[in-house]
């Protein structure tokens, strides 16, 4: 069974950045797809990007392209999400969850927005707080 633990988080200015990790065990790295998803107070969970580890495909949110990038270290086992020009939007709990790649990529082919949707992904972690202070 996978298991995912998050790390990285904490508290950044405006304008700062951060990297989260995702370091994934139990199971073959190469058969998922791990997305990043935020949930804010009161505000639902978000999904922000996916990158499917096989063939490094990747996902972002209108929200943070341009800012976030998403890799995965086949070697550690690891996936990481690059946080730039943060925002006090940003600010959330962060969490990391895996999809088998197979069913993700079976998902776009009938909604290009399926990266994003929570309910595909089967595990999750226990989550990371990221904070943005103004």
């Known amino acids: 069974e996978v298991q995912l633990v998050e790390s990285g988080g904490g508290l950044v200015q405006t304008g700062g950045s951060l990297r989260l990790s995702c370091s994934v065990s139990g199971s073959t790295f190469d058969d998922y797809a791990i997305g990043w998803f935020r949930q804010a107070p009161g505000k639902e969970r978000e999904g922000i990007s996916c990158i499917s580890v096989s063939d490094s495909s990747k996902h972002y949110s209108d929200s943070v392209r341009g800012r976030f990038t998403i890799t995965s270290d086949n070697a550690k086992n690891t996936v990481y999400l690059h946080m730039n020009t943060l925002k006090p939007d940003d600010t959330a709990v962060y969490y990391c969850?895996?999809?088998?790649?197979?069913?993700?990529?079976?998902?776009?082919?009938?909604?290009?927005?399926?990266?994003?949707?929570?309910?595909?992904?089967?595990?999750w972690g226990q989550g990371t707080q990221v904070t943005v202070s103004s």
């Open positions: 969850a895996a999809v088998w790649s197979t069913l993700l990529d079976r998902a776009i082919r009938l909604r290009p927005s399926a990266p994003f949707r929570a309910d595909l992904y089967s595990t």
